[in-house]
């Protein structure tokens, strides 16, 4: 039953959301690598929803026991177990993927972490490969909503080095690594899917 593991409301909310998109952007693709994979609940929803994707999520050392506890559940062929990654890591101790997808977690990172994932995903990233990173951004330096704002100052207090990312500075931080934004998708509860392109 899912009392048993780890359970995001967010990340319930919003998969289906997230699954209009993927439906469009994630055809003719084999592979997905996860970045901060959390209670797992996307990995197994995605992988049952694309059987023929092989979905690899990872997550921080602290999060891996908690995250495959779902996985492990589910038993689904193309889902393996997650795996340990840090974007701090000089090193990602993986291979290249058709699409690299990522929810919730860039306000949460530093913003050096921030610069240090953007800087390794083209190395990961296979030729017409895309990225997709979901939450919550700032537009010209301007909260979208009065609740992105408050979230903003509980993100701070609880670590001043997070908070709710300038889209503006995340696409520079794409293009820098060599990706081209393909969309920007406006999502339920004041967030957004961004998608970028590897180009050949």
Same mark, same amino acid.
């Given at each position: =039953?899912?009392? $048993?593991? &780890?359970? @995001?409301?967010?990340?319930?909310?919003?998969?289906?959301? %997230?699954?209009?998109?993927?439906?469009?952007?994630?055809?003719?693709?084999?592979?997905?690598? $996860? %970045? #901060?994979? #959390? !209670?797992?609940?996307?990995?197994?929803?995605?992988? /049952?929803?694309? &059987?023929?994707?092989?979905?690899?999520?990872?997550?921080?050392?602290?999060?891996?026991?908690?995250?495959?506890?779902?996985?492990?559940?589910?038993?689904?062929?193309?889902?393996?177990?997650?795996?340990?990654?840090?974007?701090?890591? &000089?090193?990602?101790?993986?291979?290249?993927?058709?699409?690299?997808?990522?929810?919730?977690?860039?306000? %949460?990172?530093? @913003?050096?972490?921030?610069?240090?994932?953007?800087?390794?995903?083209?190395?990961?990233?296979?030729?017409? #490969? %895309?990225?997709?990173?979901? #939450?919550?951004?700032?537009?010209?330096? /301007?909260?979208?909503?009065?609740?992105?704002?408050?979230?903003?100052?509980?993100? *701070? $207090?609880?670590?001043?080095?997070?908070?709710?990312?300038?889209?503006?500075?995340?696409? /520079?931080?794409?293009?820098?690594?060599?990706?081209?934004?393909?969309?920007?998708?406006? =999502? &339920?509860?004041?967030?957004?899917?961004?998608?970028? !392109?590897?180009? *050949?």
């Amino acid at each position: =039953m899912i009392e $048993e593991f &780890p359970y @995001s409301q967010a990340s319930e909310n919003n998969k289906q959301a %997230i699954l209009d998109v993927f439906e469009q952007k994630l055809q003719g693709k084999s592979s997905v690598l $996860e %970045i #901060g994979g #959390g !209670t797992g609940q996307h990995a197994v929803f995605f992988g /049952e929803k694309f &059987p023929n994707i092989s979905w690899q999520s990872t997550d921080i050392a602290d999060n891996i026991t908690t995250l495959n506890l779902r996985i492990n559940n589910a038993d689904l062929k193309n889902v393996p177990l997650a795996f340990t990654l840090n974007a701090d890591d &000089p090193h990602w101790n993986t291979g290249k993927y058709d699409a690299i997808f990522t929810a919730n977690t860039l306000h %949460i990172m530093s @913003s050096k972490s921030v610069e240090k994932l953007f800087a390794k995903l083209n190395e990961h990233l296979n030729v017409n #490969g %895309i990225v997709l990173a979901y #939450g919550p951004f700032k537009y010209a330096g /301007e909260f979208t909503t009065d609740s992105n704002a408050s979230f903003d100052l509980w993100l *701070k $207090e609880r670590n001043s080095n997070s908070g709710v990312r300038d889209f503006e500075k995340v696409d /520079e931080l794409a293009k820098n690594a060599g990706l081209n934004l393909l969309e920007d998708n406006s =999502m &339920p509860a004041c967030n957004q899917l961004l998608v970028w !392109t590897k180009p *050949k």
